[in-house]
């Protein structure tokens, strides 16, 4: 015999219908898509942009690639948006494909960090350098002998002289 399932005391529909939510920066990603498309589509009355503006409202709430934990969040988020349309299929590859190329380069010691844990150890991005102009020195330029031919044309004498002058 099934027992029948016990209700849900989630507080929130969301809850029991998306358990990504569960997920904190899951369900910031979706907090920024819901906000920006209400707002959005109350304001134009264009659900086409409505839709657009919470996509790049999503995409931008997505955690940076770096450090273990925020690959997997951004991963997360990025199966989400998927699900929920803010994420197009023609972008979902290359986002997952620079969450992997991300995942290859984090060590092996901060993956087993967790998400309470120690400080992640993924440096922060370096600062822009000055920069400063180097100087290209030149060699000096090799001399070529003179052409006869350009030579005689230039002094002015019988072009008929310069078959002679080149091949004579």
């Not at 690639?65 to 969040?73: A, E, H, M, V």
Request: overall charge positive.
């Amino acid at each position: 015999m099934i027992d029948p399932t016990p209700p849900s005391t989630a507080k929130r529909p969301d809850d029991t219908y998306s358990p990504s939510l569960k997920n904190p920066v899951v369900a910031l990603c979706n907090e920024a898509w819901v906000k920006v498309h209400g707002a959005t589509l109350e304001r134009t009355k264009n659900l086409y942009t409505a839709e657009r503006c919470a996509a790049i409202a999503f995409r931008l709430a997505m955690p940076p690639l770096s450090g273990y934990q925020n690959i997997c969040d951004f991963i997360a988020c990025a199966g989400y948006g998927i699900l929920l349309g803010a994420i197009k299929e023609r972008n979902a590859g290359k986002l997952l494909y620079a969450a992997q190329v991300a995942l290859a380069t984090v060590s092996k010691e901060s993956k087993t960090q967790t998400r309470a844990g120690r400080i992640d150890p993924t440096p922060p991005p370096l600062s822009p350098q000055p920069h400063r102009k180097k100087r290209i020195r030149t060699q000096k330029p090799v001399s070529t002998p003179p052409n006869k031919g350009l030579t005689i044309l230039a002094a002015g004498e019988n072009p008929g002289a310069i078959s002679g002058a080149i091949y004579g």
